[in-house]
């Protein structure tokens, strides 16, 4: 995050599609195998690309209707040229780069304070879960948000299905690690892997989601296919990217950011217009793809999900 800041406007004028287009190809998924037959060729070889990508055959999930958003989606050609994932560059502009991820075969391990450690593909995993679509904001620290329409399940039922031992405090998360395939791991000064971690009350609560797609198909590899974390209340760099395993320990876990500079960067990281980062104010934030600024919302308006874990923690630094 200690890079050179580009607006999302200042994106080439090819790269936006309308949102009503992004919507009438979902409604034509929607539809089904006939109406999938009535794209045009070129779409229809788009479409086939999911076929590499774990169960392909599980999306569109049902939209989950109790998420609402205050913004429009942030069009998917917008959110697909505009990420973070270090492990492939320090560019904004990284879709490309990160193509090289190779996401099969992806083993999931679960270990640590747990009944009984185990390893899991991807497909079987996901098979275990019910798929369904939330529409979230996303704010960066960098003070710019989108808003995104995921596809996967809570974390809360990994949580279950990993049955942790009373001991267990927070759940760790890790990203892959493979400098030969990824060129950003080569560079030293990050202390990789990309480890990130939520308190067993932030992980079971019903707004911390485990995303496996976006836009109603599988998540992109620039997202961070084929299964990572959405946590919408807090900054952008929680939401770890390409996890390989779940870890339950009894220590707070310092993160990579944390690691790096951890008076930029905390465990909480919880979203505060109220309390800038050394570098970014957090008043306000640039909603990318519209031009527009808008005042930030405490826990990025998340507050009647997630406000009562923080009762009684009113001294800690929570907001970074
Ligand atoms: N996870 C991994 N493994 N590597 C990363 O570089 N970047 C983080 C987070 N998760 C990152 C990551 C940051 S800083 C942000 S803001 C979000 O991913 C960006 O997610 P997006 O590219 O889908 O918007």
Avoid at 12 to 28: D, K, Y
Wanted: net charge positive; proline share 7%.
């Amino acid at each position: 995050m200690n890079i050179i800041h580009r607006r999302g406007w200042d994106m080439p004028e090819h790269l936006a599609t309308p949102e009503h287009l992004v919507f009438s190809r979902r409604a034509l998924l929607v539809g089904g195998a006939s109406a999938l037959a009535m794209l045009p060729a070129a779409a229809r070889a788009a479409d086939s690309k999911w076929q590499h990508y774990p169960v392909p055959d599980l999306y569109p999930a049902k939209r989950n209707d109790k998420f609402k958003l205050d913004r429009a989606i942030t069009a998917e050609k917008i959110n697909d040229n505009y990420n973070n994932f270090y492990e492939f560059g320090t560019s904004k502009y990284i879709a490309e780069a990160s193509q090289a991820l190779k996401i099969e075969p992806w083993t999931i391990k679960i270990d640590g304070l747990v009944e009984k450690p185990q390893e899991i593909g991807i497909d079987d995993l996901i098979r275990k879960m019910t798929l369904e679509e939330r529409l979230y904001r996303h704010r960066c620290v960098e003070a710019w948000s989108m808003a995104i329409a995921w596809t996967g399940f809570p974390l809360a039922k990994l949580v279950a299905f990993a049955r942790p031992l009373g001991a267990a405090k927070f759940v760790q998360m890790t990203t892959f690690m493979d400098p030969k395939m990824a060129p950003g791991q080569n560079l030293s000064w990050f202390p990789w892997p990309y480890i990130e971690g939520l308190t067993m009350a932030e992980a079971t609560n019903d707004l911390a989601f485990i995303a496996t797609g976006c836009y109603g198909h599988p998540l992109d590899k620039q997202h961070g296919a084929p299964i990572r974390l959405a946590v919408p209340w807090k900054y952008g760099f929680k939401s770890i990217k390409s996890i390989v395993r779940f870890t339950f320990v009894d220590k707070q876990p310092a993160g990579m950011w944390q690691k790096i500079q951890p008076s930029e960067y905390g465990f909480w990281a919880n979203v505060n217009p109220q309390v800038p980062h050394p570098r970014w104010s957090q008043a306000t934030e640039e909603v990318i793809g519209t031009g527009e600024r808008r005042p930030t919302l405490l826990f990025n308006g998340y507050g009647e999900y997630v406000a009562d874990i923080y009762k009684g923690m009113e001294g800690h630094q929570m907001w970074m």
